[in-house]
């Protein structure tokens, strides 16, 4: 197979399923990971090693990690909040770890009860051990566009933020747009700036929500700008359950459409993808929200 142009990093397994009340069993979990690594999907974010009092559809994690079968060239990535989670992490064998923070307090106050300081502080000896083992770690910078706390986000918030993860030995930064309220230019604008600051679209992911539509539109924007990390979720679940009214993650089957139709190699199989996303919505009791999972794949 000729080499992927991007990479779609699927995050439907730990930042969709998380937002969903219907607890999904551990099984049905795993079906869904091997689906989406059977359609091609060569980075799954797995689980999150949370308490399972402040998540409990994460509670099943570490025997969800015990039982996953992991097919090689997969990473499978899995959410680290603090120490905890790391023990956690390093008893479950995995090689990939995300961090979440965020571009402004009032976010990662009412996420994690901690200022950006005190996470990045939180994080340090983490990423420390992370890296002493060898570890891809990724970043995740919520709010980077818009913040339910604070309203609009200065772009040189982010670029701080993103400056003092890179010196932690974080491999790439997910620039996320937690509320979806981001447009092409608000894209080009935060990205301009980090490039300003030295850090290049090769350590940048974009995390994107379709709240108001405009996610594909940002895609479209940012592989412009030489983007080419994509984040999704297979079916398109997962509003942030820290964001009143950000609604679910772009859809990994509206991502590929598109990726598809404009000739970019992303190694996923929509047929796949759909498969997996009509699985997974089953489970939740529901029907595929997004919109390649109503109208279906074209030509047929
Ligand atoms: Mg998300």
Request: proline share 4%.
């Amino acid at each position: 197979m000729t080499r992927p142009e991007v990479r779609i990093y699927e995050v439907g397994p730990r930042d969709g399923l998380q937002a969903e009340a219907t607890i999904v069993s551990t099984e049905a979990k795993l079906a869904f990971i091997h689906m989406l690594a059977a359609a091609g999907l060569r980075e799954i974010e797995t689980t999150s090693l949370v308490s399972p009092k402040a998540i409990p559809q994460m509670a099943d994690a570490d025997e969800l990690l015990k039982q996953l079968v992991r097919r090689p060239g997969v990473r499978y990535p899995v959410l680290v909040p603090n120490a905890r989670g790391l023990e956690r992490a390093i008893a479950a064998e995995v090689d990939a770890i995300c961090l979440i923070t965020a571009a402004t307090n009032g976010y990662v106050q009412h996420n994690i009860g901690m200022s950006i300081d005190e996470s990045l502080a939180a994080f340090e000896p983490i990423a420390a051990e992370a890296r002493r083992r060898g570890w891809w770690i990724r970043a995740y910078i919520s709010t980077a566009f818009g913040c339910p706390y604070e309203g609009r986000v200065d772009e040189r918030a982010v670029v701080s933020v993103a400056e003092r993860l890179l010196r932690m030995g974080v491999d790439e930064l997910s620039i996320s747009d937690t509320l979806g309220v981001a447009a092409p230019l608000d894209v080009a604008r935060v990205l301009s700036a980090l490039d300003g600051a030295g850090i290049g679209a090769e350590v940048i992911a974009l995390h994107l929500h379709d709240t108001r539509g405009t996610a594909l539109a940002n895609v479209m924007a940012a592989l412009e700008l030489g983007v080419r990390c994509f984040d999704s979720s297979a079916g398109g679940t997962g509003g942030s359950p820290y964001a009143p009214g950000s609604a679910g993650n772009l859809a990994t089957e509206d991502l590929v459409y598109l990726l598809d139709r404009q000739g970019v190699r992303s190694g996923v199989n929509l047929d796949g993808i759909l498969a997996a996303a009509r699985f997974i919505a089953t489970q939740l009791g529901g029907e595929v929200g997004s919109r390649v999972g109503r109208a279906g794949a074209w030509p047929q």
